[in-house]
């Protein structure tokens, strides 16, 4: 056996050990279906940190012939302390035969030193069928654990209790698809106490994950702010607009809006899929809307109040950038997307330092700055656009934290996680606005950065 902790998480097919797996080793590769079967091999699966295997799970397949095994296995009369090497034989006689393929697939790592996980179905009713399995399992000798897994419900949960603490040490209740990082480390905790040889080695695990969890997340903070410069100080270089007729201007004017925002959505896609990577995800797709920036006049009062904020408090925070900026919801997902939808204003600054054309430079909100030499358009100037990216990208970071490795379904953003920033405090909101505004300034390493970080990982850590 290597020196780290292994487990084989075993049980009646379709019972979401699979998912227990995938929860457990943060890997959203492990192969997971509702139908029965999926798993044919025993496939192993290990937690790293920094390259170095904290433990390692061994995904078997479900009994098939457990009543077969069991009167194969009570053929002879032994004694109790001879029953574990009774079960080496079964897995000796019948590997490569043909029989009883999935039994042998699931009882070699345990003859060969895994602990034992049982996972079965809270949802279902108890059935003596189970006892068959249950007592294979007993003969082995191994240290073994119950889990019961609400995969629909906990209808029955007390009745596996009373069934399952006679065959097993420890039964615990677990949901791998919502349990939090915190119920992680507890059933790590109840591995350790299950097998006294190993308890060290789920200890240290434990450690490391803990260190592990709380680097990562100053790790998040530090993308988050790297990507909110980014997004804040984007700018688009449009010659084509330089010699085009005035004639052509509100088609092109148009398109270089649309490819702006493709941009900012394209970076702030890339920011979110690096938190994704920092966590292990690799598949995580999400509802949240896109970003978009439109020219427009400003909005009403009753559209600033969708955003929880008082028109007068708005202009308080944005007043020393000559202009209050509005936000507004996008009507067709009912008010949902708070922070998806147009801000107002745009950012076609340079055009008249292009162009001179009076009737252009009126549409220009005084706050949107320009280049006159470099033709671009952008950054947007609005204070207010930095809380949008903040609450846009908290609102994933938090949902992704909170997120199982062994859920498939599209990433939920609540609406709530959206709403998150219209609900702090008023200084803060106005200290958070400067500190932004002095990250423009400063860039990504000055000392407003180095606050923004510390604030960000208190939330992302809270």
Known sequence: MPDYPVMAVVGHPNKGKSSVVAALTQNDQVQIS???GTTRVAQHFTLKLDNRTVFELVDTPGFQRAGKCLAWLNAQELAADQR??????????????????????????????????????????????????????????????????PIGGDTYVAQWQQALNQYFSLVRLF???????????????????LDAHQGQGFAQAIEQLERYRQLKLQQ???????????????????????QAAQAQLP???????????????????????????????????????????????????????????????????????????????????????????????????????????????????????????????????????AFVILGRALSHARAMLSRSHADRERLTIREDGLNRMQS??????????????????QGPQGQAAERLRDWLYLQLAG
């Open 424 to 441: 702090l405090e008023l200084k803060t909101q106005v200290r958070l606005l400067k500190q932004c505004r002095q990250l423009v300034k």
């Open 34 to 36: 509702p139908l029965s």
């Open 251 to 385: 088609g092109l004017l148009s398109d270089e809006i649309t490819r702006f925002n493709q941009h900012l959505n394209r970076m702030e896609r890339e920011g979110q899929q690096q938190l994704e990577a920092l966590f292990l995800y690799h598949r995580l797709e999400s509802d949240i809307g896109r970003l978009e920036v439109h020219q427009s006049e400003l909005m009403d009062e009753s559209q600033w109040t969708l955003w929880g904020l008082e028109k007068n408090q708005l202009v308080l925070v944005s007043a020393g950038a000559g202009a209050a900026i509005g936000l507004l919801a996008d009507v067709g997902l009912g008010g949902a997307s708070l922070l998806t939808g147009a801000i107002s204003g745009g950012v076609l600054g340079g055009l008249s330092g292009w162009f001179g054309l009076d009737w252009l430079k009126q549409q220009l909100p005084p706050w949107l700055q320009f280049s006159a030499e470099k033709h671009l358009l952008g950054p947007v100037k609005d204070p207010n656009f």
């Open 84 to 149: 574990p090497a009774r079960v080496a034989e079964f897995v000796e006689a019948f590997s490569g035969s043909g029989q009883f393929v999935d039994e042998v697939e699931l009882l070699t790592p345990i003859i060969r030193g895994a602990g034992i996980i049982y996972v079965v179905d809270g949802s279902l009713p108890y059935s003596p069928e189970y006892e068959t399995e249950m007592e294979i399992l007993r003969w082995t000798g191994r240290p073994r654990l119950a889990l019961i897994n």
């Open 220 to 242: 998040a903070a530090r993308i988050l702010v790297e990507n909110l410069y980014r997004l804040l100080t984007y700018q688009q270089s449009s010659n084509r607009l330089e």
């Open 175 to 193: 949901d791998p698809l919502h349990a939090s990082f915190d119920q992680h480390l507890q059933l790590l905790r109840t591995f350790g106490e």
